[in-house]
């Protein structure tokens, strides 16, 4: 196949690409594209350019905090408090050799950034300077060190505490005998499980249904059935 007709070939896959509406799809196409229109000599480059120093120049120095809650979710202290207790467990994360580690700071905000905010992990690579795998090796890094501190967020108050939080609603409310407040959230799924239709709710989308007990005066939860 000689050149003029590789490019021919790769320019009616562009035109196709451009055309799709599906950004879950384009993410998948732009990556079986990119060696095809390398290898076909449209484009030579050696890296993919990145945004560098986004987590450092930008939010950490620039940001205000309302920018940072806005954008996070969270606030600065929040964010501060969640990063000293899980930083033993998310040391600098090497990706390749020869190329800088990506400190905790860094992983912990791209993970914020990924729970916070719709932008695809293409998206999040290029704003924050990595590598896609590195986005997806983070999210599920930071995820579990995240969960090895729910026994210690999430404790059922002793006899003491629970007769604390009875007098305490009795006292407000005139309920006696209650030691917290029951609720319930809906977490979205890309799809359902099995094909199974038990997990679509009344409002028509797949889910897992999450129930909380809470003491609604610290905003502590109590008890997250598994």
Known sequence: MDDLVKKGIVTWMITELLDDDDDDDYEEEYDALIPIVVGAGLIKRECVPKINLFAEEIVIDQYTDWDFKYHFRITRQTYQCLLDKILLLIQPLVV??????????????????????????????????????????????????????????????????????????????????????????????????GQDMDYINRKHFPSIQLQVCTWYKDKSYTNIPR
């Open 96 to 193: 390749c050799p020869g190329k800088p580690p990506i400190p905790p700071q860094r992983q912990v905000l791209v993970f914020l950034w990924f729970i916070s905010n719709l932008d695809s992990m293409r998206q999040i690579a290029s704003l924050f300077g990595i590598s896609k795998s590195s986005v997806l090796l983070i999210v599920r890094r930071v995820s579990n060190a995240i969960c090895t501190l729910r026994d210690r967020c999430i404790r059922w108050p002793d006899a003491g505490t629970q007769q604390q939080i009875a007098n305490a609603f009795e006292a407000e409310n005139g309920m006696r005998g209650c030691v917290g407040c029951i609720d319930g959230t809906h977490i979205r799924l890309a799809v359902t499980i």
